[in-house]
């Protein structure tokens, strides 16, 4: 049987300095497969969606609409089954 394990959703380097995180689409213990989109992030002049890295349920939003966001953060945590 496999483990299963927590996966963070990390917030890519979009070029930009200034990174606000918008919204989720998706709540804490909700199903997803890996690449959809489960988060919004905004940067001067564009919109993003984050995608799921993996496929799981989400165990965490670690973050919420108009925090300033850097590269690398931890915007949630995926349970991967």
């Known amino acids: 049987m496999k483990e299963s394990r927590r996966v963070p959703i990390l917030l890519p380097d979009l070029g930009s300095p200034r990174v606000v995180f ?22 001067p002049g564009a919109t993003f969606d984050v995608p799921a890295p993996v496929s799981g349920t989400l165990a965490e939003r670690n973050v919420q609409p108009n925090n300033p966001l850097t590269p690398g953060t931890v915007l949630g945590v995926i349970q991967e089954r």
């Not at 918008?22 to 940067?43: F, M, N, P």
């Open 22 to 43: 918008s919204l989720w689409y998706v709540q804490a213990g909700d199903r997803v497969t890996e690449g959809d989109r489960v988060a919004e992030v905004l940067i």
